[in-house]
């Protein structure tokens, strides 16, 4: 015999149990046929929710998608998606077709059709069945039940659309490079870089371009990447590097690792620590070349000054990431901040011969005299630029400065003894360089007098000519040494306002 209760009734006793009694027939008693043997009811839907797709028809310029899902615990929604965009599916919209809260029996199984009309519809695209639990949204905590791909044949399609009048488009086969961009954390970035703050450090990027706010990580080779349910894990080279507090605090956030475990879940492993993404909250993008992208995710956690110089704590910014195939830095990111000047080794010969400027005029470089140069582009604010001399490389200083433009004006001394034709560069952010000729000083010095003994040629193009009267000559002379005075002050004028020092070298 069956005996069938409802899940209502299965809890309708207040007190005793259910149970199977047998007792013997014509109001006999007999104790060895007296039994009772008790019965427990469990709950239904105690099993994980799954969901199949039964079948997929074609009728009235709509696609129907007949699906079953079993051990559903609640009443649910269910909807049929473009694959990949669950993180955007709400009760309002962001799906082809959907069903509310379709009958599901006491096993907690619902058998429904979703009907797609065809103008909902992309030939190009794939398309999932969405299953979560109502009154709730897919992207809520132990929401989401189900996510089964449907599968569209071409003759469903044709029979839906009609068939093609031109050929498919076929997607490239290697996805544009991947990337990871990410400011780690713009409070951290303040708190280390800002002149007003205890850190007074500076951010060391490495293999990565970008900047502050958006230190851009190539995608590495090494990952383990599911293209059809995209999901594992992708890795990213590069690193930037927090140094502050003299030395005392220095987190290196390097090689970062993404790990995508569903298309609302997954986590950023850097720094020796784990911290959880809310794909959620981000952006999802699919495209066209294969690869996929998570935009603006939060991240869970924080990160703190360490080290001696202790620092408190900051969030961390929210990440970008393009999962594609591996790739590279087109333009490396600066360094930024304060702290030791980087140390620079001299290149063997010159690294550049155009870009610099040599302020001195060029009749004025002689062996041990004075040298200004000057030239633009490099770090703003940058520090330990090397001023070195070639052909055998000649360090004459090893800290010069760029200004706030990122002007190099550097004032020094050339080598004594050296003479000929040489190339004088500045190495630091950039190089730039420029060939010279040094002159011996006997050599300026003999110059100099075959000047002076072109003397009366000059005075007499100046209009200072001997007395053809018969006048005193000293009165000739008196006219042509005021004249030399005049000029020779107007000389030390120019010559006292370009020079800061004379020995020693200058940053302007």
Do not use: C
Request: aromatic share 8%; glycine share 14%; charged share 15%.
């Amino acid at each position: 015999a069956t005996l069938s209760l409802t899940a209502d009734e299965s809890k309708a006793l207040a007190d005793g149990s259910w149970g199977i009694v047998t007792y013997p027939g014509g109001g006999a008693k007999y104790g060895p046929f007296e039994t009772f043997t008790s019965v427990t009811f469990g709950e239904p839907g105690s099993s994980t929710p799954s969901a199949t797709v039964e079948s997929i028809t074609v009728a009235d310029g709509k696609l129907n998608v007949k699906s079953t899902a079993k051990n559903m615990p609640t009443d649910i929604y269910a909807a049929l998606i473009e694959k990949g965009t669950a993180a955007n599916v709400s009760i309002g919209g962001g799906y082809a077709a959907f069903a509310y809260q379709p009958p599901r029996n006491a096993e907690g199984t619902a058998i429904f059709t979703l009907s797609a009309e065809k103008a909902k519809l992309d030939r190009t695209k794939q398309y999932e069945l969405l299953i979560w639990k109502s009154h709730s949204g897919p992207n809520d905590p132990g929401s989401l039940y189900a996510l089964v791909d449907v599968t569209v044949t071409e003759a469903k399609w044709n029979e839906l659309l009609g068939s093609q009048t031109s050929d498919p488009v076929i997607p490239p086969v290697v996805p544009g490079a991947g990337s990871l961009t990410w400011g780690v954390s713009s409070g951290f970035y303040a708190y280390t870089t800002e002149p007003s703050r205890p850190a007074k450090g500076r951010v060391i990027p490495n293999g990565v371009g970008g900047g502050p706010g958006g230190y851009i990580y190539p995608q590495a080779v090494g990952s383990n990447w599911n293209s059809a349910t995209r999901t594992g894990t992708v890795r990213y080279s590069g690193s930037v590097t927090f140094w502050g507090h003299g030395g005392a605090m220095e987190e290196v956030f390097a090689n970062p690792v993404i790990a995508v475990n569903s298309p609302l879940s997954g986590s950023i492993t850097v720094n020796g620590a784990t911290y959880g993404l809310n794909l959620a909250a981000g952006s999802f993008t699919a495209h066209t070349d294969g690869s996929v992208t998570w935009g603006n995710v939060p991240i869970t956690g924080g990160v703190s000054g360490g080290g001696n110089g202790g620092g408190g704590g900051f969030d961390l910014d929210n990440v970008t990431f393009t999962v594609g195939s591996p790739g590279s830095v087109s333009s490396p990111a600066v360094t930024t901040g304060q702290g030791p000047a980087e140390e620079r080794t001299p290149a063997a010969t010159p690294p550049a011969t155009t870009g610099l400027t040599v302020v001195t005029p060029a009749a004025d470089l002689v062996s041990g005299g004075e040298i200004e140069i000057t030239a633009s582009g490099f770090e703003p604010n940058g520090t330990g630029i090397l001023v070195v001399i070639y052909s055998d490389p000649t360090v004459l200083d090893t800290n010069a400065k760029a200004d706030a433009n990122g002007v190099v004006r550097w004032i020094g001394k050339l080598p004594a003894g050296l003479t000929g034709k040489h190339t004088i560069t500045l190495q630091g952010s950039i190089n730039v360089g420029q060939e010279i000729s040094i002159a011996t000083l006997d050599a300026a010095k003999k110059a100099v007098v075959s000047s002076q003994s072109g003397a009366t040629v000059e005075q007499q193009a100046a209009g200072i000519a001997a007395p053809a009267d018969g006048s005193p000559a000293w009165l000739w002379w008196t006219a042509a040494i005021a004249l030399l005075v005049v000029a020779g002050a107007a000389t030390g004028l120019v010559v006292a306002q370009r020079r800061r020092a004379a020995d020693a070298p200058t940053h302007l």
